[in-house]
């Protein structure tokens, strides 16, 4: 999963880039009038470079359609349970480590619980109170969707 601050920072450095090169365009056009920014009239002329630019910029059409599909999360299914992440929160409040909790109800098939921790975190601690309490408490605020399995998953960052 990537950290929205990524998508965010790739966002604003391509404007940063796009709005540059407009406005150098645009000076250049203001200083030579005669000069020409850009000129198609070679890819005009050629037709292996007209089906190179094509592929080009098919390949650019893809790559930005499935950035937008990624960023816009299509791909992710279930609905976040807020009271079973507070419970989640309250059984876990003892270990030292834990950077991140989600509940999620997917589809009304099963509940995902995941659990991002920080290097060094006590595993097994861990492991020991999603089993014994954890689970359990989430299942108790879940309502109807309690009888559900549940597939826990753990994360440890790198750094």
């Given at each position: 999963m990537r950290p929205p601050l990524g998508d965010r920072i790739g966002i604003g450095v391509a404007g940063a880039v796009?709005?540059?090169?407009?406005?150098y365009g645009l000076?250049?056009?203001?200083?030579?009038?005669?000069?020409?920014?850009?000129?198609?009239?070679y890819l005009a002329g050629s037709p292996w470079a007209r089906s190179i630019g094509?592929?080009?910029?098919?390949?650019?059409?893809?790559?930005?359609?499935?950035w937008l599909v990624l960023s816009l999360g299509w791909r992710r299914y279930g609905s976040r349970e807020g009271t079973g992440t507070a419970m989640?929160?309250?059984?876990?409040?003892?270990v030292?480590?834990?950077?991140?909790?989600q509940v999620r109800v997917v589809g009304g098939r099963r509940t995902e619980i995941t659990v991002r921790c920080r290097p060094?975190?006590?595993?097994?601690?861990l492991a020991r109170l999603l089993d014994r309490q954890a689970v359990s408490r989430v299942r108790g605020v879940l309502g109807p969707y309690s009888a559900l399995p549940?597939?826990?998953?753990?994360?440890?960052r790198r750094r």
């Open positions: 796009l709005l540059w090169a407009g406005g000076w250049a056009l203001q200083a030579r009038p005669d000069l020409k920014v850009f000129d198609l009239e094509g592929a080009l910029v098919a390949l650019l059409a893809m790559a930005a359609t499935r989640l929160g309250v059984a876990l409040q003892s030292d480590g834990v950077d991140r909790l060094g975190a006590p595993l097994g601690e549940v597939v826990v998953r753990l994360h440890v």
